[in-house]
């Protein structure tokens, strides 16, 4: 039996359900993200893992007990909040002897674990100061002590860096991860920012309106999006209509170009389907071949597919250079990402360009339609 | 090249300077200014001298002021306090108690018309106030001739709104909406993942008030009670109205020592005023002080 188990979890406010269907079963010690966008159910799932929000139907266990139906203050689940919440009269060596106070630990033992645990988030010696005088970081740092200083069976973390500037919010989210491998607590992660679910996770719920879209390793989600909503909401990605030719031989019409995908295709020829392309998955050279601008990380793949196309603009986004292209009469956008190198010959807006794609990785998006996963996989491995 | 630049900048005119330009906008200070010195200056300063004139010899002494601890003046004093301690610790626990209850407990759609009552009802003061209680619970008046034809006549019981606890009772008319309106912003400051976060840890809705909210409040509560306080020790023609100057308040006995015919000594009533200036000087100093303190911890 898993460590934190949900089953059937279902949440309606009124006539509206924020939660349907919910599964989910962590292991102890791992740590699980739910992303997606706002509204999507991830911190009322969350909520309801606290006690805060009691579940319509369905169960939640930790540990192999229900704790369906206990209250908060009796589930010992540590939760960081996105606005940390720290109690403003106390400083803060008291907010994170807090929970230990609650439970009538000796004073000596309370202070002890304070000291730990300031040591813990880098904060020795400022014990004494209160929440206000704290930057945000500092702020969320001794929010995540609070939660840990109680030795919670489970702990929660609702966007608890959304509030922080970037460069802080690359920081913390290191130690967050570094400390829950360091003390194996199982954590649930809460985000909508897709870069953090995939740095910290060893596993992404992904979710949308209420619903679980797909549970899986960041590699696996990436990669393998397993629908549609899966492969827009993480990475950027090229979606475009495409007409199967031959189903069985994974021929696809593709902006007047017969193109080819080792997805399994349902349906019959002259049916419409979306394909996906990650930007980076597409090499770009001129026509006579004279210019590689990007090269695919796949390009060991055999058949590959060529589309011709014209460079429509280029942006520099640091270490990534985005190239926006148009493909066919209708002038379909298609993205294709390189790293930037100062030797890079980026072309023109206008010129004529080829780009270049193997089967593999042309996925084929839709409920029903899951992208063939023994090519793919065979397709990353190649890539690694 | 410093007397090239001389000499053009005695030639030219100067070069504007950012920030220095002339500004009228102060003009729309004056009114404040004008009505401030006609109203709150002039006045002081006129109470601050007649407090310190003998008003029979037109001497200078500081009579005025020792008699403050004596007899009547000392009365006044202590009637004042006591009943706007009453008023004040009345009014402000239940009118903490029945924002909270709308605020954070109650249905919110009566948060509106509450605060909306409470705006009026805290301006409610005064000789229309009085009268309003003459009517209804006077001695002839209608709540009191309905409860008396259901036999329960509240004078039978030696109750009277025309004492102090009368008094009382109709101060708390505007005590406890303005006790409302001052705490509400307070009580909206108090997050909710504070309590979720003491719940989270193991804290019981007791234990989040004793060591959270409250503490958290207190600033807020203390200020506002304070402020109550110098709301009743203020009140004059309510009580007058009401009492016909039968009770001994501060503001009472100033009025007599002013314009009264048995008690008239402009001295003694300056110096009764500047108590009471000062009086209210601290309550408002240590509402600030407190304000202060809660806004860091409810920002």
Redo the contacts between chains.
């Keep these: 039996m898993a460590f934190l188990e949900l089953s059937g979890i279902q949440k309606r406010f009124g006539d509206v359900a924020a939660v349907q269907d919910f599964d989910l079963a962590a292991e102890r010690g791992e740590f699980v993200s739910f992303l997606g966008p706002s509204g999507c159910g991830k911190t009322t799932t969350l909520r309801m893992i ?3 929000e009691r579940p319509t139907a369905g169960s939640i266990a930790i540990d192999g007990k229900d704790v369906t139906h206990q ?4 589930r ?4 960081v ?1 996105q ?1 940390y ?6 400083n803060v060596a008291s907010n994170i002897g ?2 230990l106070k ?2 009538k630990r000796p004073k000596a033992d309370v202070d002890r674990r304070v000291a730990e645990l300031l040591e813990l988030i880098h904060l020795e010696g400022r014990g004494d100061r209160f929440p ?1 005088q704290l930057s945000g970081g500092q702020q969320q740092r001794v929010a995540l002590a ?2 840990l ?2 030795e919670p069976t489970v702990l929660l973390l609702d966007e608890p860096l959304s509030a922080l500037d970037a460069k802080i919010r690359v920081a913390l989210r290191h130690e967050i991860r570094q400390i829950q491998r360091q003390l194996g607590i199982t954590t649930v992660y809460v985000t909508h920012d897709q870069e953090e679910a995939l740095e910290l996770s060893d596993r992404i719920v992904v979710m949308s309106e209420g619903r679980i879209e797909q549970i899986g390793t960041p590699f696996e989600i990436y990669n393998f999006p397993a629908t549609s909503f899966v492969a827009s909401f993480v990475g950027t990605l090229n979606a475009m209509d495409a007409t199967i030719v031959d189903a069985s031989a994974g021929r696809l019409s593709l902006a007047g170009h017969e193109i080819r995908t080792t997805s399994k295709l349902a349906g019959s020829a002259g049916s419409a389907v979306t394909i996906a392309l990650r930007p980076e998955m597409i090499a770009l050279t001129s026509p006579d071949g004279s210019n590689v601008v990007a090269v695919s990380p796949m390009k060991g793949m055999s058949g590959s597919n060529r589309l011709p196309g014209t460079v429509a603009d280029i942006a520099f986004l640091g270490s990534v250079v985005r190239v926006r292209t148009t493909v066919g009469p209708d002038a379909i956008p298609v993205f294709v990402d390189t790293f930037n190198n100062p030797n890079l010959a980026v072309p023109a807006a206008g010129s004529p360009i080829v780009l270049g794609f193997p089967p593999e990785a042309c996925l084929v998006l839709g409920r029903d339609v899951v992208p063939d996963r023994t090519d793919a996989l065979a397709a990353a491995e190649a890539m690694l | 090249m410093t007397e090239t630049a001389f000499a053009r900048n005695a030639q030219g005119a100067p070069p504007a300077r950012p920030g220095r330009r002339f500004s009228l906008t102060w003009l729309g200070l004056v009114p404040f200014l004008v009505f401030s010195t006609l109203f709150l200056l002039i006045p002081t300063a006129y109470l601050i001298v007649g407090s310190f004139v003998d008003s029979t010899t037109g001497d200078v002494t500081l009579q005025n002021y020792a008699r403050l601890t004596e007899g009547l003046q000392l009365n006044a004093y202590l009637t004042s306090i006591e009943i706007s301690l009453v008023t004040a610790l009345v009014g402000g626990i239940f009118g903490f108690l029945m924002a909270y209850a709308v605020i954070s407990g109650g249905p919110r759609r009566l948060r509106g018309p509450l605060m909306t009552f409470s705006g009026v009802a805290s301006n409610f003061a005064g000789i229309p106030l009085a009268l309003a209680f003459v009517f209804t619970i006077g001695r002839t008046g209608l709540v009191t001739a309905f409860l008396a034809g259901l036999g329960i006549n509240p004078y039978d019981g030696g109750f009277t709104i025309y004492s102090k606890i009368g008094l009382e009772i109709v101060y708390l008319y505007f005590q406890l909406p303005l006790m409302i309106l001052i705490i509400a912003p307070a009580i909206d400051g108090l ?1 909710r ?2 309590r ?9 809705t007791f ?1 989040f008030w004793r ?2 909210a409250l ?2 409040l207190m600033p807020s509560l203390l200020g506002s009670m304070i402020l109550l306080f110098g709301n009743a020790f203020g009140a004059q023609a309510t009580a007058y109205q009401l009492t016909g100057g039968f009770i001994n308040l501060v503001t009472i006995l100033i009025g007599n020592q002013l314009t009264g015919d048995v008690l008239h000594n402009k001295g003694a009533g300056y110096a009764l005023a500047m108590g009471m200036v000062a009086i209210l000087g601290i309550t408002l100093l240590a509402y600030q002080f407190l304000q202060r303190r809660s806004e ?4």
């Design positions: 606290a006690g805060f209250a908060p203050n009796q010992n689940v540590g939760m909040f606005s919440a720290l109690f403003p009269n106390m807090f929970g609650i439970r206000w609070r939660a200083a109680i | 997050k993942e504070w979720e976060a003491s719940e989270n840890m193991g804290a019981t234990q060591y959270i503490p958290i860091r911890w409810l920002r």
